[in-house]
T-cell receptor, first 113, second 116 residues
C-alpha cells in the first residue's frame, strides 16, 4: 500500500535562511509526487509535482524538490524563506496504477523574524 | 464554475443526526476525491470516483459513510448517525485522470463539520 512519511512535525527557521522539508514515500511502482501548502483557514495549494523526467522539479514561490528513487524521497527546498512561507506543508504520492493520492501528516513551518 | 465548490461551508450537527455534504467539481473533470482532514492532521483519503463509478472506497471509516456521484458530476458525501469523532474538515478535489500525466488535483475550500 502506498504511504507517505513526513518525519518532522514542526520546523522553525529564521527569515532568509534556507529550508529543507523531508518526505519519504512507499509505492510499488513509479510514483507521482506532490507538495501542497495550506495556510491557516485556506485550501490546499499545489507547489510542485513530479510525474517523470528531470528529477529536480521547480515549483511556485521559489520552491524546488528533488526525486531520489534510491532513497524513496522527495524533499522540498527553498534557498531563502520569507515570513509569508509560514504554513503547513504536505507531501503526497499517487501513481500510474490508480489515481488515488495519499498525503503525509504534514510539517508545520514556523518563521522567526 | 471556476473552481471546486463545496457546500455548506460549515455544518454543526447533533450527535446521531444525518448530514449530507455537497461537492461541485470543475466542469469536465472526470476524477473526484473526498478527503477527511482532522485538526492538525493531513488529509486522509476517503473515496474516489471516475465519472459515476466509485473506484475506491477503502478509506471510508465505517458503513455510516456513503458517497455517490450519480451523473458523474456533483457528488454527495453522506454521514449517518454522526459521532463526535466525525468532526473534521471534509475536502473535495477534482481533476482530469492523472494517467494523462500533467493534470493536478484542484481542491475545494472544504466543509467544516462539528458534531456536538
Amino acid at each position: 500500500a502506498q504511504s507517505v512519511t513526513q518525519p518532522d512535525i514542526h520546523i522553525t527557521v529564521s527569515e532568509g535562511a534556507s529550508l529543507e522539508l523531508r518526505c519519504n514515500y512507499s509505492y510499488g511502482a513509479t510514483p507521482y509526487l506532490f507538495w501542497y501548502v495550506q495556510s491557516p483557514g485556506q485550501g490546499l495549494q499545489l507547489l510542485l509535482k513530479y510525474f517523470s523526467g528531470d528529477t529536480l522539479v521547480q515549483g511556485i514561490k521559489g520552491f524546488e524538490a528533488e526525486f531520489k528513487r534510491s532513497q524513496s524521497s522527495f524533499n522540498l527546498r527553498k534557498p531563502s524563506v520569507h515570513w509569508s512561507d509560514a504554513a503547513e506543508y504536505f507531501c503526497a504520492v499517487g501513481g500510474f496504477r490508480d489515481d488515488k493520492i495519499i498525503f503525509g501528516k504534514g510539517t508545520r513551518l514556523h518563521i522567526l523574524p | 464554475g471556476a473552481g471546486v465548490s463545496q457546500s455548506p461551508r460549515y455544518k454543526v450537527a447533533k450527535r446521531g443526526q444525518d448530514v449530507a455534504l455537497r461537492c461541485d467539481p470543475i466542469s469536465g473533470h472526470v476524477s473526484l476525491f473526498w478527503y477527511q482532514q482532522a485538526l492538525g492532521q493531513g488529509p486522509e483519503f476517503l473515496t474516489y470516483f471516475q465519472n459515476e463509478a466509485q473506484l475506491d472506497k477503502s478509506g471510508l471509516p465505517s458503513d455510516r459513510f456513503f458517497a455517490e456521484r450519480p451523473e458523474g458530476s456533483v457528488s454527495t458525501l453522506k454521514i449517518q448517525r454522526t459521532q463526535q469523532e466525525d468532526s473534521a474538515v471534509y475536502l473535495c478535489a477534482s481533476s482530469f485522470p492523472l494517467l494523462q500525466g500533467d493534470e493536478k488535483l484542484f481542491f475545494g475550500s472544504g466543509t467544516q463539520l462539528s458534531v456536538l
